[in-house]
């Protein structure tokens, strides 16, 4: 039986990664699908719906916060993984108090490294941390005292994964 939040999680992420990829924008209807598709506890299940809600109401302000936060990395240049595990994330992180900020972001990168590429990870982490120094959220740590603060600090992202591009077709030169 399926019953932790990690595993809905991913769902969660990979129905963001359907709703990019196939068009459309019902992103409850494809999250419904997948509940009934795994035998999820009643906890779960109304997680899943929480925050399938919550992306889609949120969704334009995510992608501002996103597009600022990565700004070398127009969400259009953004690995659609990456981009979903970021979108999933952000809520969670900003407009959810059920989980702690350090507990998002950690699972964010497990998704990263699992789902995602080389960088995703690297990238997710610093989008999210960036984005949670920088937010109401913030509690810095008893040893964070002496650092400068984020608005000083100049806080540089990974790479995300690059975007799915056709092979380059060998040419002759002409002699």
Known sequence: MASNRHFARIIMMQSLYEL???????????????????DFED??????RKIAGGIVGHLEEIDKIIAI??????????????????R?????LLFDDEVPPKAVIN?????????????????VNGV??????NSAKYQPEEGDKDKPS???????????????TKPKVATKKKK
């Not at 409850?28 to 598709?37: D, F």
């Not at 699972?107 to 990238?123: D, M």
């Open 107 to 123: 699972e964010a990168v497990e998704l990263g490294k699992a789902f995602g590429g080389e960088n995703t990870s690297k990238f």
């Open 43 to 48: 906890n779960n299940k109304d997680f899943m």
């Open 20 to 38: 990019a990829n196939r068009g459309g924008n019902d992103l409850s209807s494809i999250v419904e699908r997948n509940i009934a598709q795994h």
């Open 150 to 164: 984020p608005k000083e600090e100049k806080i540089k992202t990974a790479k995300p994964a690059k975007k799915a």
């Open 69 to 86: 936060a990565a700004p070398e990395w127009p969400l259009s240049q953004i690995a659609q993984v990456d981009l979903s595990i970021l």
């Open 128 to 133: 999210l941390g960036t984005v949670y120094r």
């Open 88 to 92: 999933l994330a952000m809520f969670e």
